[in-house]
């Protein structure tokens, strides 16, 4: 290599080098021992870009799965009182009132990596509503409910026809998200077909 070649490729490895690196901005979130929530305006954007949490009484509070979710990224913080909890702790925080809290999350991750928005449906009856890829919660309806279940787990007849029945007093189509041993999710949906 030539002495000015060498001296090019040292000044832009100065110029590089002297650049501020860009400062990666955490949403700060407090856990109460019930929820995670932020009133800060870093979280307040994300709600608005990504539809993360749900804009009440001035905050933004999160369903426990946007929390991990948002923790494991490193886009979040999480202090439970002077202590900032890791991805582990807040799990084992959130385990204490849903033994199936692991499941479900991995479901939840894969479902948010694909591209879809993902928010609780307790009140469906469901674990989950899916609102298709563009689709925004307030901008139109969920197309499915998600129920996350372990391949090692058991779903009878009764079980699963009282699922369908939701999915269908509800007016979305039905899935049911299989966590297998290797971690890895596969998705079986049930449609209604109108006469």
């Known amino acids: 290599m030539s002495a000015k070649k060498q001296n090019k490729k040292s000044k832009t490895e100065k110029k590089a080098k002297e650049r501020p690196k860009e400062k990666i901005i955490k949403i700060k979130a407090?856990?109460?021992?019930?929820?995670?929530?932020?009133?800060?305006?870093?979280?307040?954007?994300?709600?608005?870009?990504s539809r993360f949490g749900e804009l009440k009484s001035g905050k933004i509070i999160y369903s426990m799965f946007e929390a991990?979710?948002?923790?494991?990224?490193?886009?979040?913080?999480?202090?439970?009182g002077k202590k900032k909890l890791k991805f582990e702790q807040l799990l084992e925080e959130a385990?204490?009132?849903?033994?199936?809290?692991?499941?479900?999350?991995?479901?939840?991750?894969?479902?948010?990596?694909?591209?879809?928005?993902?928010?609780?449906?307790?009140?469906?009856?469901?674990d989950f509503r899916i609102?298709?890829?563009?689709?925004k919660p307030g901008e139109d309806h969920a197309k499915w409910i998600l129920y996350p279940v372990s391949e090692t787990s058991s779903l009878t007849w009764h079980d699963f026809?009282?699922?369908?029945?939701?999915?269908?007093?509800?007016?979305?189509?039905?899935?049911?998200?299989?966590?297998?041993?290797?971690?890895?999710?596969?998705?079986?949906?049930?449609r209604w077909i109108k006469p």
Do not use: P
């Open 131 to 135: 609102y298709d890829r563009g689709i």
């Open 161 to 190: 026809s009282a699922k369908n029945r939701v999915a269908h007093s509800t007016k979305k189509n039905l899935l049911i998200g299989i966590l297998d041993e290797e971690q890895d999710c596969t998705y079986y949906e049930i």
């Open 30 to 49: 407090v856990f109460d021992g019930e929820g995670v929530f932020s009133n800060k305006k870093e979280a307040m954007a994300l709600h608005a870009q």
């Open 68 to 80: 991990l979710y948002l923790l494991e990224r490193g886009k979040m913080e999480v202090s439970f």
């Open 95 to 126: 385990r204490k009132k849903d033994k199936n809290i692991r499941t479900k999350y991995i479901v939840f991750r894969d479902m948010r990596n694909r591209g879809f928005i993902v928010k609780t449906a307790l009140k469906f009856g469901a």
